[in-house]
């Protein structure tokens, strides 16, 4: 095995990092990321560090999002709807607003102004619809909407734990899904 030796460096105007890391201690198998000051996140990679002696392994690199069940009783929300209430969220705490959600049934990526009660399963969410270049949809009822700045990791290795991600746009009306694939 060869390591290359890095001799020279760029030099100019500071850009700022892309991709950010997220540095907290997993003790238990569900523990999770809440990311209070992102709209939401796009992970990249973990590094969990149990000891010293057994190092660092990137073999764990599973996550899920934190999903909430719409409710809406028998009729789905239209794509002009502005509030969107919950019955049940998968976490224990959200934001109060200013986070994203995102529907994988239409692919529409909504953005949560209010959130009326944080820390409970059921809440009204005030929304702005379309956001990041989708369109508006319906939400029909239990459908699943993806809290994008939550997180939980379902693998078993504990330890220190270095999240690598990339951070959602903080304007709903910025374009972040315009690529079409074929």
């Not at 890095?6 to 950010?20: L, S």
């Not at 239209?78 to 224990?92: F, H, K, L, M, W």
Request: net charge neutral.
């Amino acid at each position: 095995m060869a390591y290359a030796e890095v001799t020279t460096y760029g030099t100019g105007a500071y850009v700022p990092p892309i991709v950010r890391i997220a540095r907290f201690t997993k003790t238990a198998q569900l523990d999770g990321a809440y990311f209070k000051n992102e709209t939401g996140v796009i992970p990249v990679t973990q590094i969990v560090t149990s000891n010293a002696t057994q190092g660092a392994t990137s073999a764990s690199n599973n996550w899920s999002y934190h999903s909430a069940l719409v409710n809406n009783g028998s009729t789905a929300y239209t794509a002009t709807s502005t509030q969107i209430v919950i019955d049940s969220y998968s976490g224990t705490t959200r934001a109060s607003g200013n986070y994203f959600i995102y529907n994988p049934t239409t692919g529409e990526y909504m953005f949560v102004v209010k959130d009326s009660a944080p820390t409970a399963g059921g809440a009204t969410l005030d929304v702005i619809r379309g956001c990041l270049g989708t369109s508006a949809s319906t939400a029909a009822n239990d459908t699943y909407l993806i809290v994008m700045n939550a997180l939980y990791l379902p693998t078993t290795f504990v330890g220190v734990t270095q999240l690598f991600y990339i951070p959602m746009p903080s304007d709903p009306k910025a374009t972040f899904v315009g690529v079409t694939c074929i």
